[in-house]
């Protein structure tokens, strides 16, 4: 039984590597002990702002067979987003994650594919996949599968590549061999609390969403609140700050995927972002992360930027 578990192990190993993902760790099903009172003060907190979503499904966002019945093995995987040219030197500025085409459909078939040729080798598999959707802890996950530790901008930090990538996961009722955690590599640092012109790090490893330009930009549906003028430094969609500003980030390597590439949106004139049109928007957004903010809300985004002068 322990060869089998080993074998069927290498394999997701190795399959996550053949479709492009540049790490697979795993990780138990279980209950997430250590996060629960971490989120219930976080929320408490009300630092999800207006992100209610974040408030419901508290036990399925800790416990893995909540979401899939008979879990046994959560397999969390990176995909790599950093593109080759660094395009937030031009305002409005747009986050890299959201460069190219949306990552949630180009992941999905990846994971698609997964699902399918572990059903192919093992037979019988039950499970899910998840990328970014759905009350998943991923960066819980990714942390306790070795992959890399919680930074203290909140987001996942690996060694070999910073934190420009996507998290996604198949939770599956697998036996699978577990990798153990990965140890905190901040050190004393403090450059991403330094930087966030929002202070939307009170304290290490807490983001207060409710001020992180990413929200301000993306998720908040009213106006933006006054208290942020002259603070957003042209960000029109998310923000990379505290990444740009994280030392680990110096490894980062550009990616592969085709689809990350810009699609015509870099190519706009100051002008053209300021009279930017229902119609330029459906066309240089289409397949297009920056779709969730809807041409009002990204309209929005560049009037208030326009205002700070």
């Known amino acids: 039984m322990k060869s089998q578990v080993s074998s069927r192990t ?4 190795q399959t996550a590597q053949d479709l492009g993902f540049s790490f697979c760790g795993i990780s138990k099903a279980e209950y997430l002990e250590e996060e629960a009172p971490r989120l219930e003060e976080w929320l408490r907190r009300g630092y999800q702002g207006k992100m209610g979503y974040l408030e419901n499904h508290f036990d399925k966002r800790l416990d893995p067979t909540k979401l899939v019945p008979g879990a046994k093995s959560v397999v969390s995987l990176v995909y790599n987003y950093f593109p080759d040219k660094n395009l937030s030197n031009k305002s409005p500025k747009i986050a890299k994650y959201a460069y190219g085409q949306n990552y949630h459909f180009i992941i999905k078939d990846k994971l698609k594919s997964f699902f399918a040729r ?23 996950w990714a942390r306790k599968g070795g992959i890399g530790w919680i930074g203290k901008n909140s987001l996942l930090l690996n060694r070999e590549m910073g934190s420009f990538f996507f998290l996604a996961e198949l939770i599956i009722d697998l ?16 450059a991403c609390q330094d930087a966030c012109p929002t202070d939307a790090i009170p304290e290490p490893y807490v983001v207060d969403g409710s001020r992180c330009i990413s929200y301000l930009t993306i998720e908040l ?6 208290e942020f003028k002259e603070k957003m430094e042209g960000w029109a969609f998310g923000c990379d700050i505290c990444q740009d500003v994280c030392p680990w ?4 390597m550009p990616h592969q995927e085709p689809k990350f590439k810009p699609q015509g949106w870099e190519d706009l004139s100051p002008q053209e972002w300021q009279e930017l049109t229902k119609d330029v928007f459906q066309k240089v957004f ?15 985004n560049i009037v208030f930027l326009k205002s700070e002068g």
């Open 118 to 140: 572990i059903q192919e080798e093992i037979g019988e598999v039950d499970g899910r996949v998840f990328v970014d959707s759905a009350p998943v802890h991923e960066r819980a």
């Open 249 to 252: 980030n110096r490894f980062s």
């Open 286 to 300: 289409k397949k297009s992360a920056v779709k969730r903010t809807k041409f009002e809300g990204l309209k929005r």
């Open 221 to 226: 549906k009213d106006e933006i609140p006054t």
């Open 10 to 13: 290498k394999f997701i190993k």
């Open 175 to 190: 036996e699978l061999e577990p990798d153990g955690p990965m140890k905190d590599y901040c050190g004393t640092c403090t």
